[in-house]
């Protein structure tokens, strides 16, 4: 059975104006690519769940990570930076930053890494809208 690659849904101006555009909105400001391309629902749905899983990690005293020292470090902050601005300005207020040894901490430093993880699928969702290989 052969399979054709995806192709540019007709109609659509997905080679036109900057494509990258949506995946690096999307991906500073949670929900900001798909606000771009006038996906105002999913956008929104987006934007709160990111938003509300970094603020809830953040509130249980979720340690930021700032140093990758092993490779679980290396990921947890590629994770972590996924949320973009939030991630740097909670950085710079210094947020995060002091380490505390419970198990709600711990909670809240997996949802930090969620919720840029989340970011990033987002982002590149918004990017597959914007070239056509998705609806």
């Known amino acids: 059975m052969s399979t054709t690659?995806?192709?540019?849904?007709?109609?659509?101006k997905s080679g036109q104006g900057f494509v990258y555009l949506p995946l690096i909105a999307g991906w500073l400001v949670p929900g900001a690519g798909h606000f771009l391309q006038g996906k105002w629902v999913r956008g929104t749905l987006l934007a709160v769940s990111i938003?509300?899983?970094?603020?809830l990690g953040l509130s249980m005293q979720g340690k930021l990570y700032t140093s990758a020292q092993d490779i679980?470090?290396?990921l947890g902050m590629a994770g972590d930076m996924?949320?973009?601005l939030l991630y740097l300005v909670s950085r710079a207020l210094g947020l995060g930053s002091q380490p505390t040894q419970t198990t709600v901490a711990d909670y809240g430093k997996v949802f930090i890494v969620v919720a840029g993880l989340l970011n990033?699928?987002?982002a590149?969702?918004?990017h597959n809208l914007r070239t056509g290989r998705k609806q």
């Open 5 to 12: 690659p995806n192709k540019p849904v007709a109609g659509k």
């Open 51 to 55: 938003v509300a899983m970094f603020v």
């Open 72 to 74: 679980l470090g290396i």
């Open 82 to 84: 996924g949320t973009g």
């Open 120 to 122: 990033i699928i987002a």
């Open 124 to 126: 590149v969702d918004a």
